[in-house]
């Protein structure tokens, strides 16, 4: 049970020793968004309050980090004195809960860690063609189209369309719309692609199914730039 402390331990320090440095940043910009020639700077001050929040959830999870931490460390004290039994069972169910959820976060934490890409935080340009299926292919892309807003209507974005071809049976021959808002471009861009679907088309008499595609691409764009 040491041994297992141990190795928590070790990888708790060296994990701490990143988030301290974090933790240096985020005092330093909770600091700067208060003062008075920041905020009357909004160019600046609008960057420190983005950073101040991507730091801030960091700083949680670090939080929860050192807590988990706390927590096998007074279970094996628990389990090393033994006195009593039901203190151990439950000791013993906190280690195990800890263990559990620590690896997890060490993965949150790393990927939070990583350098953000700078296009992320931009809005974007979607354009959405009907690929092969014929008629079917522009239905499939309405849905797509339709799938994507309410997606975006969830997330609080804003989206207006640019321009469009209907297709001949319904849906779009192709289709292009802005969304606007907070970190677009990074939460839609693995989305791109071709998109496929197997079903009974619309148009089908015979219940036969087909195979429709679509191609769907994210462009980012400046916030301060509009489409027209």
């Known amino acids: ?26 005092d330093e910009v ?52 033994g006195s009593d039994a039901e203190m151990v069972a439950m000791a013993k169910m906190q280690m ?21 890409d700078p296009e992320d935080a931009k809005n ?5 063609r009907a690929g092969t299926g014929g008629d079917e292919a522009s239905i499939f892309a309405g849905d797509l189209y339709r799938m994507y807003s309410k997606y975006c209507s969830e997330k609080g974005w804003q989206t207006s369309t640019v321009d469009y071809s209907e297709g001949t049976n319904g849906g779009f021959k192709e289709i292009q719309f802005e969304v606007n808002g907070e970190e677009v471009y990074g939460t839609l861009k693995f989305e791109a692609g071709v998109h496929r679907v197997q079903r009974v088309p619309q148009t089908e008499t015979q219940g036969r199914v087909h195979t429709s595609a679509a191609t769907v691409w994210f462009f980012p764009k400046p916030k301060n730039l509009t489409c027209k």
């Open 1 to 26: 049970m040491a041994y297992i402390y141990r190795k928590f331990a070790i990888l708790f320090t060296a994990m701490l020793s990143k988030l301290q440095i974090v933790k240096q940043r985020f």
């Open 30 to 81: 909770s600091d700067l968004i208060i003062q008075p020639d920041i905020i009357t700077d909004q160019k600046r001050y609008i960057a420190l309050n983005k950073e101040y929040k991507d730091l801030q959830i960091l700083m949680k999870k670090r939080d929860e980090y050192i807590s988990l931490t706390e927590n096998i460390n007074e279970a094996e004290e628990i389990i090393s004195d």
């Open 96 to 116: 195990e809960e800890a263990k559990e959820r620590l690896p997890q976060l060490d993965e949150e934490i790393k990927v939070l860690l990583i350098p953000k």
């Open 124 to 128: 974007v340009v979607v354009e959405i």
